[in-house]
């Protein structure tokens, strides 16, 4: 199959769904997981660890499609919506529904703007910072020290506040801290919501439709990357390995999304917190001992 083998695919692919849209670091699991496998950080498996995020966005884009693309039409030739009230009533309401449609996906591009721009800034020192289990291990220990925390700091949020391109952008500032490994994409943005007030549900929700654009983009960057360096036959080679990773990441993170939801509306986010820290500090313990665990 090339740099990975079918079952080294499917274990990371799996990996990638189930922490995806967890706060608990999808990079840095992968990352740990690679390192435990034995797997080479080869230019296509770095790529490779960012394309399969795409099966993980179409799960949340099946998941929420009504809320992506459904839009109500207003029914110009109902013959009961042709003259007076009726045809004003139900062209106001397409339009209403249009304007909304339109506000969402202008939100979620305002919230995406800051990875986009200190994603291409810092590309090189993110790549770099990749490679290192240790500062995984330590950035998932102090998130989960944090998120012990976390529902105590914030209140249960209100769920009539109103997402303002200002308080969207705060919540991309915050996507922005998960460049470091081990931090949580899902974490820093459903923290960033919280802050802006709004309920665990509805923050996890708006970190589940940021990651659309987000991943996106560095699916689509990395590719580009690859590309440009003449990566394009070793994209070719892998081929198999890429669709079986990306169908695996969509099936998983499918199951994912549904679990966290109801998980956290329930009981918040402590028992993530713990996990954070066991995991953490068992990579901790392991490295102070002399396993080597860093990728190569």
Known sequence: MGDLTTLQTIIIAIVEGLTEFLPVSSTGHMIIVQAMLGVQSTEFVKAFTVIIQFGAILSVVCLYWKRFFKLRKCRIFDPEAV??????????????????????????????IPAAFFGLL??????????????????????GIFMLFCDKIFSRGDENIELTEKKAFSI???Q????????????????????????????????????VPTMFAATGYKVLKLFM????????????????????????????????????????????????????????????????????
């Open 83 to 112: 003259v007076g009230k009726a045809f004003e009533t139900r062209c106001a309401i397409y339009t209403k529904r249009f304007l909304y449609k339109f506000d969402f996906y202008w939100k979620l591009i305002v919230a995406f």
């Open 122 to 143: 810092f590309s090189d020192k993110i790549d770099d910072m990749l490679e290192s289990v240790a500062v995984v291990a330590v950035m998932l220990v102090l998130g």
């Open 172 to 174: 991309g500032l915050f």
């Open 176 to 211: 922005c801290i998960a460049m470091i490994p081990g931090v949580s994409r899902s974490m820093a943005t459903i923290v960033g919501g919280m802050a802006q007030k709004m309920t665990r549900k509805d923050a996890a929700e708006f970190s589940f439709f940021l990651a």
């Open 229 to 296: 360096n003449g990566g394009s036959q070793v994209l070719m080679d892998n081929l198999s390995a890429l669709i079986i990773g990306n169908v695996v990441a969509f099936i998983v993170a499918l199951l994912a999304i549904k679990f966290f939801i109801t998980f956290v509306t329930k009981y918040g986010f402590k028992a993530f917190g713990y996990y954070r820290i066991i995991v953490g500090g068992l990579i901790l313990v392991m490295l102070l001992l002399g396993h080597n665990l860093e990728i190569v």
